[in-house]
C-alpha cells in the first residue's frame, strides 16, 4: 500500500483505518496530518489548516511524493537510516536510504521531528570508531561501510557518495593513521579516492589505494564469496608494490 510506505516514511502512527503523521507543511509538533488509502488513492488532511496542495509540495520536496507514467502517485520506501555522530557519540543527522534508490539527508529539529536538510557540521561516518581506530578503511557508501565493519575492519566514507567534497575535518579525524581508500569501480569513483589521497598525502601515517578487482565496490566483492584473509592479502601485496 502506497499510503502505508507513507506513513512509514514519515513516521506516522497507525489509528484505526488511517495514519496520523507530523505534516511536512508547517512545524508540526502535534502529529496534525492524516494518510489513508482509498480505492488505491492516496488521501491526505491537515487538522492545522495546511492546503493539501502545501502538503503535497512540502513532499515532494522531500522525495516522498512524484508522479508515475500513469499520473498516479506512489511513495518512497525508507529500507536504511544511517546515523552520523561527533566525536563524544551523539547523533548529529542522519542519511536515509529509499527504495527506489534514493538518499537524503535530516537532522533532529529539536522537537521531536526532523529537519530534511544537510547538516552545518559534516563529520566522517561512525566517526567514534575512526577517532580510536589505527587502521581505517575509507569507501564510497554507507552499505560498503557497513559490510567492512560487518566483517571486522574499521571503516568510515562521508555523505554524498562521490560528488560530495572532502572536507579539512575529514582529514583531520585520519591524520597519523594508516588509511587504505578503496574506489568504485567507476571513474567518479576512482576521482573521488585521488582527491582523498591528495588531501592525506604526508598526513596519514601510511596510505594505501586498493582496488578490487572482479566487482564494483567492496559490497559486490564480499558478495561474490571473498573473504577477510583474501582482503588482508590483497592489502600486503598492494604494500610492497614500488
Not at 130 to 147: K, N
Request: glycine content about 8%.
Amino acid at each position: 500500500m502506497a499510503a502505508e510506505c507513507l506513513a512509514h516514511a514519515l513516521e506516522a502512527r497507525r489509528v484505526g483505518s488511517y495514519w496520523m503523521a507530523p505534516c511536512p507543511a508547517h512545524e508540526d509538533r502535534n502529529p496534525s496530518l492524516s494518510i489513508r488509502e482509498v480505492n488505491g488513492k492516496i488521501l491526505l488532511h491537515c487538522h492545522a489548516g495546511c492546503s493539501q496542495r502545501d502538503v503535497i509540495e512540502a513532499l515532494k520536496a522531500r522525495g516522498l511524493w512524484e508522479p508515475t507514467t500513469e499520473s498516479r502517485t506512489w511513495a518512497k520506501r525508507i529500507v536504511a537510516v544511517y546515523d552520523y555522530s561527533d566525536e563524544h557519540g551523539e547523533l548529529l543527522y542522519q542519511i536515509v536510504r529509499f527504495e527506489p534508490k534514493d538518499f537524503r539527508p535530516r537532522y533532529p529539529d529539536g522537537h521531536g521531528g526532523w529537519v530534511w536538510k544537510k547538516h552545518p557540521h559534516q563529520v566522517l561516518f561512525h566517526l567514534p570508531e575512526v577517532l580510536e581506530a589505527s587502521i581505517v578503511f575509507v569507501v564510497e557508501g554507507e552499505r560498503d561501510t557497513e559490510t567492512l565493519r560487518s566483517h571486522g575492519f574499521c571503516a568510515t566514507t562521508n555523505a554524498g557518495g562521490a560528488k560530495a567534497p572532502w572536507l579539512r575535518q575529514f582529514t583531520e579525524a585520519l591524520c597519523g593513521r594508516e588509511v587504505i581508500l578503496i574506489p568504485d569501480d567507476d571513474e567518479p569513483g576512482r576521482r573521488r579516492v585521488l582527491t582523498i589521497a591528495r588531501a592525506l598525502l604526508g598526513k596519514a601515517a601510511r596510505l594505501v589505494v586498493l582496488e578490487v578487482e572482479g566487482a564494483k565496490d567492496i559490497s559486490e566483492w564480499f558478495s561474490r564469496g571473498h573473504s577477510e584473509l583474501e582482503l588482508i592479502a590483497l592489502l600486503d601485496a598492494a604494500e610492497v608494490r614500488p
